[in-house]
Nanobody
Framework: QVQVVESGGGLVQAGDSLRLSCVASGRAFTTSAMGWFRQVPGKEREFVAA????????SYSPSVKGRFTISRDNAKNMVSLQMNSLKPEDTAVYYC?????????????????WGQGIQVTVSS
């Protein structure tokens, strides 16, 4: 019943910006923590960013801190990731995630619902 649809990926050049968004349907995530992860073939899934259920607390991987911003829109059941100053090493498949808990975390096992994944490619 719960569906999560991602959008906003693509191919850009180093230094460009992209905005990823995920919209969930089938249940409300008004008080749920949300997060973003990414994965490169042959590597483990990597934490990128998370936001608490209240929206008052955010956390970021050191590799993206200062460049990426996570935000949420409860009216739209949406989580977004604004990515600025993109680097080739940001190239990956990006996944959004929704938790049933209000507490944000960088542990992927804590999330219950996931987007299908969307490709972000940054050329040099």
């Amino acid at each position: 019943q719960v569906q999560v649809v991602e959008s906003g990926g693509g191919l850009v050049q180093a230094g460009d910006s992209l905005r990823l968004s995920c919209v969930a349907s089938g249940r409300a995530f008004t008080t749920s923590a949300m997060g973003w992860f990414r994965q490169v073939p042959g590597k483990e899934r990597e934490f990128v960013a998370a936001i608490s259920g209240s929206g008052g607390t955010t956390s970021y991987s050191p590799s993206v801190k200062g460049r990426f911003t996570i935000s949420r829109d409860n009216a739209k059941n949406m989580v977004s990731l604004q990515m600025n100053s993109l680097k080739p090493e940001d190239t990956a498949v990006y996944y959004c995630a929704f938790s049933t808990s209000e507490i944000s975390t960088n542990w992927d096992f804590a999330y219950d619902y996931w987007g299908q994944g969307i490709q972000v490619t940054v050329s040099s």
